[in-house]
């Protein structure tokens, strides 16, 4: 063999190497997509048939129309409206503090803070989602309450107005990221067509660039809204496990969440009624942020703005 054969030998690729070492990555990742795949029918699945066994104690109609939730009492009413009212009145509350909030911050990021800063500012601002929802929920309970009470006498120790302030600052960084992330890929030609027409810049990001945006912005309020329904830990322990048919967000109230913390952490034989309204609960709940997610999905294909 000559020096010149050999030389290239040495740069020829492995072509059957590199087929190997393709297909096992493949199979890896396809593996890892099937065990979510499989994860997620499972969950549901596990919720259909408990949710079923629970309908055939409960009937459709208690649940749905009764005025009372009391599972855990010996007469027992299952009226789920009163958990679903609690988790629209603090999911409301958190919208109204998080969307203002989280869509100024986008806009000022995108449009008026210069780029060192705007690296600065991102940062800081999504630190917020990485502490843990348990402080949130003792900063409502601790800080948020005593602080309110001096203006609101008649608040009491667990409502839902703290729990629902707190929760749309937990809840900004998803809006504000995302919100920014759409808001930053509108292309800059229709800022400075709209510069060219004599318009100013806030009347460029009023008329040009938020439309231009929407779809982006409205699919972040409806994942802070899906995250806030879901969060456990803050209205659990700033709103109470009082269940209580109002919107009156001063008193002790319940959602959801804090229902299947407090049946999940008692004493509740497994197997029973009130074991199973659990999933009913969950049930219920993965229907509603079900079609938030389709609602969502929905309104993104219709209004998503395409640019070459």
Known sequence: MTTDTRISNLWKPNRQRSRLVEGAVKTVLITFALISVVTTIGIVLTLIYETFEFFQEVPLWNFLFQTRWTPLFSSAQFGVGVLISATILTTIIALLVAVPLGLFSAVCMSEYADPKVRQFLKPIL??????????????ALLFVTPLLQQFIPELQAFNG????????????????????DAIYAVPRSLREGSYALGATKRETITSVVLPAALSGIVASIILGASRAIGETLIVTIAAGQTPNLTFNPLVPIQTMTAFIVQVSLGDTPAGSLAYKTIYAVGMTLFLITLALNIF???????????YD
């Open 161 to 180: 107005l703290s729990a629902g302030l707190v929760l749309g600052v937990a809840i900004t960084p998803v809006i504000a990221s995302i919100s920014e």
């Open 126 to 139: 999504e630190i917020l989602a990485g502490i843990p929802s348990v402080v949130f929920g003792y900063f």
């Open 296 to 306: 969502s999905y929905w309104f993104v294909r219709r209004y998503r703005e395409e």
